[in-house]
Structures are given as structure tokens and as C-alpha cells.
């Protein structure tokens, strides 16, 4: 069924911008990204806007559509309010480049100072390892993140108090659990994350959770674990006492 | 330049795109947590008039029914038979100070909430909107979030819930107890089912629901294992815990209006404004 529908797309770069209203006709089954896609093609060509698959797995056309931060690709029009305008405008969380398209380099740049894989030694001599499936059960859900940074984006101590240089996000407590939880990871990251990457910073909106087009659970999953392991380590008297009598490995 | 500079101006208080109507879920939680923590005080301070008066509103004895409110156990000093140490409060009490028996335990569950990670998610959101909800701006530019504090005490958390979990056990056996009825005439306890017993039942079920799905004790029995294959007692227990842990939520609703209304029910059988109606009794 088609249908004329308005949408307010955020136009400018990082030191101006304002909302332009582009009025055009949707049909059924089309997504968020089709419709830019269409006001791209006839009536603002010099509209930027990143995209790459169009099926959910790149995470390259994170936007926020009527304020909340979501795929473009994965919006289907038949899920939004067609009767009002419908708001277009980029991440907040990052620097804006042009129009729909943000600087998302500093994610990339905090995934460097995450101490890397540090697996035991090989447990077989052809250099291989013996995992059991329902020790890396719980990993697995994390390696599901395609890295949109829509996560990044709604977490309002990045979003709204902007401290980039003291949090690292939920997207790389996700990436930190990943390896901290992982069965032959040896390597120790509590004391970072901790004092320089910031996880004390988080409180446990959910907002992450929500907006995850992968549905990975972040903070019951990997937040909220990592936190219990920082207490383990730093809060917990008892605990600290219990480890000294019966070390774990 | 500073990376802050190149981000976008944080939006006022209440700035948002959302259509939706995205202060609701934050205003139900405030009432939410309003009415409860309104009853809750005034209901604890109901004993301190009980205590002067020697009465009793928090237990109900009436047709041989054992009824304790569940914001008055354990009872040390009090005014109904389940007070251990009996009604005459101990020396070290202040003279000056009020007195009810719920105040010295309340402060247990009162904590184990406070600090739950569900409640935490959720009161900062409606009490002190931060943010209010997500996507929507906040009224401040300061944020020390659970890092510095005061709220770095939170990460006493497992602390609460090895206190919560000794309540559950000890609400069973009140539980247990609201399952004998006296008879008048011959003193001996009777088997029987009231509505209270069926609440107080209830009660401790939704409270374990709720106390043992905590993200804590999910930790505890098997989260911080990395390889739980090796231990296959702890990842059954990891397992069942983070089946409740799933709707954490929803028993920490349920458990405590479930808390609240055993109360309600029980105060109201106590001063006399509703009678408890009992099953069955086996004789």
C-alpha cells in the first residue's frame, strides 16, 4: 500500500547543521535505508549516508530513527509511525563527519589498548586445543557483535557526559568479556578495567541491551559479570580470604 | 582539541526525538517504588506503637492461626509469641530512641534491594534520571557513575544477599509455622490451610524467586568459572540460577508487592478489619 511520508533528516557536519524535510511515497516492505536511499537518488544527491549490506551484519548504517539508535537496514517502515514525520539523524555518541555519517575511529582506537587473546599452551602436540562446547556457550553469544557501536551510541556516559577517554563502552565490555570469559584465555584484564577502561562508570541502564540489533544481552551477559569479577578482585574481603585458602584455577 | 569538543552539546533535560511515550516506564517505577517505600514506613512504624501500647498489628493469632508479617521477621523483641528475647527491649537500646521490631531487620531486604543490580538500572533512571530513560537527556553534566563515592558502596551487593538468603529460610518456617493451628481448648497444633498460610507461602516463594536469580549468586555458584565443564555441580547451579536471573525483573516486581500485600493482609486480620478465612483444618 503506498503512502506519502515525511522525514526530518539531519543535515550538516561537525560545526552546523538542521533538519531538512523530504516528503516522499513508501510501499510496502521497504526499510529505513530504502526510503534514504530514495531521497539519496531524487532529491538530495549529496546526501551522505554509510551503508554497506543491507542485511544487519556489516554495522555500517547505525542511525538514529525517532530518537532511538538503530540499524537503518533492519527498520522496516511498517514499524514506525508513517502518520508523523519520521527523525533521521546520526549517532550522537560520535563526531559528525556529514549529514547521516559519524567518526567512529575512536572505537577502533580503544579496541587497540585491550590486552589481546593470550591462549594457554596448545593442549595437543600438533599445536592444537580441547575446548568443550559448553565452556565457550557463553562467548559465543559476544562474537555475535557485528560492531554497529549502536550500543556506543545510547550509553549516556559516552552519549551525553562524553568521557571517551575514561570509559571504553559497552561494545568493548562486550569484546573484554569475550576473551576475560573465554576458556583458554590466561591473561588478566580486571586491574584495566577497573581503573582505566572505566566500567565502574556503568549504571546498568540496559540501554545497550536494548538497542542491540544482534540481541546480545550485554549487561546481564558481559557487564554485569565482569563487574562481580571486579569485586572479586577488589571488593570483596571474603572473597579475598577464600582464594587464599582454596585457590581457584 | 579535546575528542569532548568534536562530539555533539549534550541535549537539555528531557531533550529527545522519541515520539513514544518514553516517561511512562520511569514514572510507573517512581510510584512504583513511592507506594512501597511509603507503606513500608509506615508500616514499620506501626510497631513502635505496638511496643508501647502491647498490642500487636503484625501477627495474627485469631481461630489458632500463627501469622507473622513478613516486615517483622526475625523478631527479637516484640509483642507477638515470635519474639525471641520477649517484649522488654534490651539495655543498649536508646531510652529516646523509637522502637519496632521491624526496624532492626528491615534495613536486610531494604539493602539487598537497594544495591540489586535490576533496582539499581531502574531507580537511577526514575529518581534521580540518570538518564531518565534511554536517548532522552539528563539534568546534569557530572556523572561519577558507580566508579567513586557514594555509589561504589553498591559493590557490596553479594554481602545483602547472604543476608537475603538467610530471610528466605527463615520466612519458610514461618511459612511452615501458619501451617499449624491451635485449638483453644486443647492447646495441641492442627494441620490446616487459611488464606494466610497460602500468602505467607506465596510470599516466600516469589521472595526466593527474586532472592535466588541474583546476578550475585549467579556469579558465586559458576560465573566466575571459565571453564564450568570442569565443575558440573557448579554449572548446573550457574544454569538454574541465570534461568531465574532472566526475569529478574519481573520477581523483583512481584516479590515485592507480594511483600507489601502479605502485610496489608496480615494487619488487616490482626486489627480486626477482615477475617481469615481457613480451609481446612485436619484434626
Known sequence: MNKTVTFRIWRGDAQAGEFVNYTTEITEGLVVLDVVHKIQATQANDLACRWNCKAGKCGS?????????????????????????????????????????????WNFRVKTKIKKFNPRPPDAADGTWRMMQEDVDRVQEFRKCIECFLCQDVCHVLRDH????????????????????????TEDRLAELKQTQGIGFCNITKCCTK???EHITITDNAIIPLKERVVDEYYDPLGWLWKKIRPQG | MAYADTLP??????????????????????????????????????????????????????????????????????????????????AWWPSWAPFSPAFLILWIPGGFRFTCYYYRGAYYKAFWAD?????????????????SFPLIIQNVHRYFFYLAALFIILLGHDAWKGMWFTDALTGKQHFGIGVGTVILTLNTVFLAMYTFGCHSL?????????????????????????????????????????????????????????????FFILK
Open chain 1, 61 to 105: 548504517c547505525s542511525a538514529e530513527v525517532n530518537g532511538i539508535p538503530k540499524l537503518m537496514c533492519m527498520t522496516r517502515m511498517d514499524t514506525l509511525n508513517t502518520d508523523k514525520p519520521i527523525t533521521i539523524e546520526p549517532m550522537r555518541a560520535f563526531p559528525s563527519i556529514r549529514d547521516l555519517v559519524t567518526d567512529v575511529s
Open chain 2, 131 to 147: 538518564p531518565i530513560n534511554c536517548a532522552v537527556g539528563e539534568p546534569r553534566k557530572k556523572f561519577l557513575g558507580e566508579k
Open chain 1, 211 to 213: 538497542v542491540c540489533p
Open chain 2, 218 to 278: 549467579r556469579h558465586l555458584v559458576g560465573g566466575f568459572l571459565d571453564s564450568k565443564s570442569k565443575a558440573p555441580s557448579c554449572a548446573k547451579t550457574y544454569n538454574c540460577v541465570s534461568c531465574l536471573n532472566q526475569k529478574h525483573m519481573m520477581w523483583a516486581w512481584i516479590s515485592l508487592f507480594g511483600v507489601g500485600l502479605t502485610d496489608v493482609y496480615i494487619r488487616l486480620c490482626a486489627t480486626g478489619k477482615i477475617s481469615d478465612f481457613v
Open chain 1, 162 to 185: 562524553h568521557k571517551h577517554e575514561e570509559f571504553i563502552g559497552p561494545r568493548f565490555l562486550v569484546y573484554t568479556a569475550a576473551l576475560e570469559m573465554h576458556p583458554l584465555d
Open chain 2, 9 to 90: 552539546k549534550q541535549r537539555p533535560f528531557g531533550s529527545t526525538n522519541r515520539p513514544d511515550a518514553w516517561w511512562l516506564q520511569p514514572l510507573a517505577v517512581f510510584l512504583g517504588f513511592s507506594a512501597f517505600i511509603i507503606y513500608s514506613t509506615w508500616a514499620a512504624f506501626q510497631g513502635v506503637g505496638d511496643m508501647h501500647n502491647h498490642t500487636c498489628s503484625y501477627w495474627y493469632g485469631g481461630n489458632g492461626a500463627n501469622y507473622l508479617s513478613p516486615f517483622y521477621s526475625p523478631e527479637f523483641w516484640g509483642t507477638s509469641p515470635h519474639a525471641i528475647f520477649g517484649s522488654i527491649l534490651p
